[in-house]
C-alpha cells in the first residue's frame, strides 16, 4: 500500500545530541513537508520541498536542517541549536489532484522527548 | 501573518446533536480550503474541501459552508458521534508558487455520549 512512514514512533534524546527523523514516501509525490505539533499551537511548518535537491525554511525552521536527495525521502535533523526540540514531529507530501486541490498525506508521527 | 484562524481551542457537544467548528481567514484570493482531522498520536486526514466559487460543500455527516463577505468558513457535524471527537484544522491553498502550506491552530472537538 503506498503511503508515509515516519519512524521511529517514540525517539527520545539527551539535551545536545542531533537526532535525525526519517521520512519515507512511496506516493510518488514532488512535494514533501515537515510539521510540528505543540500543545495549543495546531500544526506548525518547519521546512518543505516541492522537488528533489531542493527545500525551503517554513515558518519555525532555526534549529532544524533537512535534505531531499531522493524523491521518497525528506529526513529531519533536529540540532542542539533547537531550544524546546520535545514535540510531536508530523512528515506529509502532497499532491494535487484533477481538480487543482493540493492533497496532503500525513505520517503517522515520530514523538521526540529530550531530556 | 497568520492567513487562517480558529478561534476556539475547544468545543464540547452531547452526541446526536450539531458540531459547528469555525474559520476565519485574511486573503480573498484563496482558490478553496481544506478540513482535517487529527486524532491523538496520528497524522491528520483529510476530511473535506470547499472550492471558492461555492458556499456550501456536503460530505454525508459533514458539511462546509463559506461565507466569502465575512471571510469565513464553517464545518458542520451533524449528528455528531464520539468517533468524531478530534483536533479539526482548517487550510487554505498555498499562495503562489510557494507550495508553503499553513494550517490554523486547530480546534479540538469532543462528543460525549
Known amino acids: 500500500d503506498g503511503g508515509i512512514t515516519q519512524s521511529p514512533k517514540y525517539l527520545f534524546r539527551k539535551e545536545g545530541q542531533n537526532v535525525t527523523l526519517s521520512c519515507e514516501q512511496n506516493l510518488n509525490h514532488d512535494a514533501m513537508y515537515w510539521y510540528r505539533q505543540d500543545p495549543g499551537q495546531g500544526l506548525r511548518l518547519i521546512y518543505y520541498s516541492q522537488i528533489v535537491n531542493d527545500f525551503q525554511k517554513g515558518d519555525i525552521a532555526e534549529g532544524y536542517s533537512v535534505s531531499r536527495e531522493k524523491k521518497e525521502s525528506f529526513p529531519l535533523t533536529v540540532t542542539s541549536a533547537q531550544k524546546n526540540p520535545t514535540a510531536f514531529y508530523l512528515c506529509?507530501?502532497?499532491?494535487?489532484?484533477?481538480?487543482?486541490?493540493?492533497?496532503?498525506?500525513f505520517g503517522n508521527g515520530t514523538r521526540l522527548t529530550v531530556t | 501573518d497568520q492567513q487562517v484562524k480558529q478561534n476556539s481551542p475547544s468545543l464540547s457537544v452531547q452526541e446526536g446533536r450539531i458540531s459547528i467548528l469555525n474559520c476565519d481567514y485574511t486573503n480573498s484570493m484563496f482558490d478553496y480550503f481544506l478540513w482535517y482531522k487529527k486524532y491523538p498520536a496520528e497524522g491528520p486526514t483529510f476530511l473535506i474541501s470547499i472550492s471558492s466559487i461555492k458556499d456550501k460543500n456536503e460530505d454525508g455527516r459533514f458539511t462546509v459552508f463559506l461565507n466569502k463577505s465575512a471571510k469565513h468558513l464553517s464545518l458542520h457535524i451533524v449528528p455528531s458521534q464520539p468517533g468524531d471527537s478530534a483536533v479539526y484544522f482548517c487550510a487554505p491553498p498555498p499562495t503562489g508558487n510557494t507550495g508553503k502550506l499553513i494550517f490554523g491552530q486547530g480546534t479540538t472537538l469532543q462528543v460525549k455520549p
Open positions: 506529509a507530501s502532497s499532491s494535487r489532484v484533477r481538480t487543482g486541490v493540493l492533497s496532503l498525506h
